[in-house]
C-alpha cells in the first residue's frame, strides 16, 4: 500500500501531475533538483548541505547528502538551500539560525512555513516570474513545477545576491533579520 500524499502540516492531498500540488509529501519527492540555469544567475556558493548523492552537476563548493545528513553537521560560508520538502521546516529554522544564504522555496506565502521561517526572520525576498521546471535526479529537466517560487535571502550579503542578480521577478525587501548564530531548531 502506498503512502498517501499530505502537504507540510499532514492534510491530505489529491495527487496531480504538477510537481507544486504534491510537493510536501514524503514519499520519494524530496530529489526535485534546481534548474542550474537559477544556480548560475545566483554566482557560487560555498555548501550546500542537502544536495543529492549522484549529483548530475555542482550547486556550491561543498556539498553535504543524506549519507552525511547535512542537517546535523556545521554550515559555513554563503549557503545554498533547496530543502528536501517533507523536512523543509528545519533547513528553514537551519538556514535562519546561520543566517546567511539563499533558499528556494514555492511562494506559498500564508503557510507556516512562511510566518515561522520566512516573514519573520528573511532579509529579502525574489518572487520569480513565471514558473520554474526544475530536474529529476538524473539531470532531466521537469515539466512546469506547477507553483510560483521564490528565493528567500537571509543575511545582508545573501540579499545583495538577489539584488543583482538577472533572474526575473519581483525583489521585496524586508526589515527583519536572521536568527544569528542560535542553535538551529
Ligand atoms: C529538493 S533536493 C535539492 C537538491 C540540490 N540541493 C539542488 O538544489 O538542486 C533536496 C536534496 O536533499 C537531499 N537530502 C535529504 N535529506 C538530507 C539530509 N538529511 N542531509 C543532506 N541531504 C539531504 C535529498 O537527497 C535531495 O537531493
Redesign the pocket.
Known amino acids: 500500500m502506498t503512502s498517501p500524499v499530505v502537504d507540510l502540516f499532514g492534510v491530505p492531498q489529491q495527487p496531480r501531475r504538477a510537481m507544486g500540488s504534491h510537493d510536501n509529501n514524503s514519499a520519494g519527492h ?5 534548474p542550474p540555469e537559477v544556480i548560475g544567475a545566483l554566482g557560487s556558493f560555498d555548501l ?6 549522484d549529483r548530475p552537476w555542482p ?1 556550491a563548493r561543498e556539498h ?3 549519507a ?4 546535523t553537521l556545521p554550515w559555513h560560508g554563503l549557503v ?1 538551500v ?4 517533507s ?1 523543509a521546516s528545519k533547513w528553514l529554522a537551519k538556514l535562519s539560525a546561520h543566517g546567511d544564504g539563499i533558499a528556494l522555496l514555492f511562494a506559498r506565502t500564508e503557510t507556516q512555513l512562511f510566518f515561522r521561517h520566512v516573514w519573520p526572520h528573511a532579509t529579502a525576498l525574489l518572487f520569480l516570474e513565471g514558473r520554474l521546471h526544475f530536474h529529476y535526479a538524473n539531470g532531466r529537466r521537469a515539466g512546469n513545477s506547477g507553483a510560483p517560487s521564490v528565493l528567500v535571502a537571509y543575511g545582508d550579503r545573501a540579499a545583495e545576491v538577489l539584488a543583482g542578480t538577472a533572474l526575473a521577478g519581483q525583489l521585496v525587501s524586508t526589515s527583519a533579520r536572521p536568527h544569528g548564530n542560535e542553535a538551529a531548531a
Open positions: 524530496d530529489e526535485w533538483l534546481t550546500d548541505p542537502c544536495s543529492p548523492v550547486t553535504y547528502t543524506i552525511d545528513n547535512g542537517l545554498w533547496n530543502p528536501p520538502y523536512t
